[in-house]
């Protein structure tokens, strides 16, 4: 059974950072690419990030770049968010999700979500 464990979390403000981990437990994580998404109050999931399996590919939402980067190691099976120049709208429960095809950047792409992690961010 894969279980998928998010942390890292917390209250902050605005243009502080947060690092994110996901912890994936079953199966095997290197085979396979994984995913950031978030939920806010009232709306849909949305992409945040995703890592090929080996970590050579990364995709980024728009709304992110150049502000958050995703990363993976292997060896711990865990990936990453770090996430920098947080804004209010990036307030939202952040999930990991395994990717089992189709395309990366929407939730039908992923299994095995974790229970998320919280981050909210003051203005």
């Known amino acids: 059974q894969v279980r998928l464990v998010e942390s890292g979390g917390g209250l902050v403000q605005a243009g502080d950072s947060l690092s994110l981990s996901c912890v994936a437990s079953?199966?095997?994580?290197?085979?396979?690419?994984m995913g950031w998404f978030r939920q806010a109050p009232g709306k849909e999931r949305e992409f945040v990030a995703h890592i090929a399996k080996n970590g050579g590919t990364r995709y980024y939402a728009d709304s992110v770049k150049g502000r958050f980067t995703i990363s993976r190691d292997n060896a711990k099976s865990t990936v990453y968010l770090q996430m920098n120049s947080l804004k209010s709208e990036d307030t939202a429960l952040y999930y990991c999700?395994?990717?089992?095809?189709?395309?990366?950047?929407?939730?039908?792409?992923?299994?095995?979500w974790g229970q998320g992690t919280q981050v909210t961010v003051s203005s």
């Open positions: 079953g199966g095997t994580f290197s085979s396979y690419s």
């Open positions: 999700g395994r990717f089992i095809g189709g395309r990366y950047n929407t939730p039908s792409g992923y299994s095995y």
